[in-house]
């Protein structure tokens, strides 16, 4: 009788495992972009409310906290975003398996396919995906303007 590790070691490619982990990957990845719209949301609502009241109320240090926060929103959406994106290193490894372009894939490597991708991008991926356009928007702009409203309104 073999032992469990002799038994994963001879373990050949199941081809519908694989093509099941390939969709639980694409409906992990689209899930994320749901996910992603509700922290904008938050940020929306939370940043619109700390920086009318200020405003309104001539509390100038709230526009700076309101600042501060669409800061930290901001970089939870780029955060958000990288989790995602480590998961298509092995989309795309299924992809080339299926096209008939790459051989030798294994079933159920998400986590180890994950990790590695992850730890690949170093912290210089964030702050590249902070730019992107959609997670610019609309954390980046609102970090600015309310900073730079801050600063006009301590001015005056």
Do not use: C
């Amino acid at each position: 009788m073999k032992d469990t590790r002799q038994e994963r070691v001879g373990m050949t490619l199941d081809r519908s495992l694989l093509e099941m982990e390939y969709f639980h990957l694409q409906t992990t990845t689209e899930s994320f972009d749901a996910k992603s719209l509700t922290i904008k949301a938050w940020s929306v609502s939370i940043i619109g409310v700390l920086a009318s009241s200020g405003a309104f109320f001539g509390k100038w240090q709230l526009l700076l906290f309101a600042s501060i926060m669409s800061f930290m929103f901001w970089i939870i959406d780029a955060a958000w975003k990288t989790f995602q994106l480590a998961y298509y290193q092995r989309i795309n490894e299924i992809e080339e398996f299926m096209r008939g372009e790459r051989s030798g894939i294994k079933n159920l490597q998400i986590t180890r396919s994950w990790l590695a991708s992850y730890r690949s991008g170093g912290y210089g991926r964030i702050l590249r995906i902070m730019f992107w356009g959609h997670i610019l928007l609309p954390h980046g702009v609102m970090f600015a303007g309310l900073l730079v409203a801050y600063i006009l309104a301590t001015l005056v």
